[in-house]
């Protein structure tokens, strides 16, 4: 998946939902003044920042595969200890923070359990987010249903792990996590203009990057139409959900 691009590419396609879905979980996963905190696969730094500000850089570690994002990471947040690595191997001992977080990764995790349960083993609260992609509520929906109106043998992200209804709960349980709590957190994104939405699917982020990079010049516009074709003209506003488990391990 095509995750190694520039972080202004994935601050222009995710970030925007990923900014108040980041605040939403440090308040919901009880982050405080004191706490010891590790964002796996952070990003660009989005929950990281927040993590920072509340606790202090020298009380919060970040790891990430991608390393145009741990270099985006490192520069937004100075002093925090932000590592290249993978949430199924976290390059931290046992018990090393108070909580774990993983704000819209474990569906892109190889192992979604077993990063779970690598969460669980360096930090005794774990929380986590996945979009909803399995049903209509997603940040995508609109996206991937014009996708499949056009080639209904497409691949979509509805079948990653977690995005479902009770999925992600599932994956935290058998990775051994205690008292799972689930829930959903929805954001709403504002858009200008059917332009604003639309270019940054051609960044080539994510599943949906992908996937508009791979078609002909004709399949590209097909899609571009069809998608302003099931859009609102003018401003309009797109709310998108995610699911969300906190636990301990």
């Known amino acids: 998946m095509a995750f190694d691009v520039a972080a202004d590419a994935y601050g222009r396609f995710m970030g ?16 405080r003044p004191g706490m010891r905190a590790v964002d796996v696969g952070c990003g660009p730094g989005v929950l990281t920042a927040r993590l920072a500000e509340r606790l202090g850089p020298e009380h919060v570690a970040a790891v990430d595969p ?35 977080l993983a704000n819209l990764v474990v569906h892109f995790m190889s192992d979604p359990v ?14 986590a987010t996945v979009w909803n992609h399995a049903s209509s509520s997603g940040p995508l929906s609109t996206f991937w249903r014009a996708v499949k109106d056009l080639d209904p043998d497409a691949a979509d992200e509805a079948a990653l792990p977690g995005t479902g209804e009770g999925d992600l709960g ?19 994104v504002p858009y200008a203009s059917f332009e604003e ?5 051609t960044l080539g982020v994510g599943p ?7 078609l002909d010049d004709d399949a590209r516009a097909a899609l571009r139409d069809h998608c ?9 506003a797109v709310d998108a959900t995610a699911w969300v488990v906190t636990a301990r391990g």
């Open 16 to 31: 925007r939902y990923s900014e108040p879905l980041a605040d939403r979980l440090v308040e919901l996963a009880g982050v």
């Open 66 to 100: 991608s390393p145009p994002f741990v270099a985006a990471a490192r520069a937004r947040c100075p002093g925090v200890d932000v590592r290249e690595g993978t949430a199924e191997s976290l390059p931290f001992e046992d018990g090393a923070f108070d909580l774990a």
């Open 114 to 127: 077993g990063g779970l349960r690598e969460m669980a083993r360096v930090a005794p609260v774990v929380g």
């Open 170 to 188: 599932a994956l935290a349980r058998e990775a051994g996590l205690r008292d799972v709590v689930e829930g959903t957190i929805t954001v709403s």
């Open 197 to 201: 939405w639309w270019e940054p699917y």
């Open 208 to 214: 949906a990057g992908d996937h508009v990079a791979g």
């Open 228 to 236: 302003r074709e099931l859009l609102p003209d003018g401003p309009f």
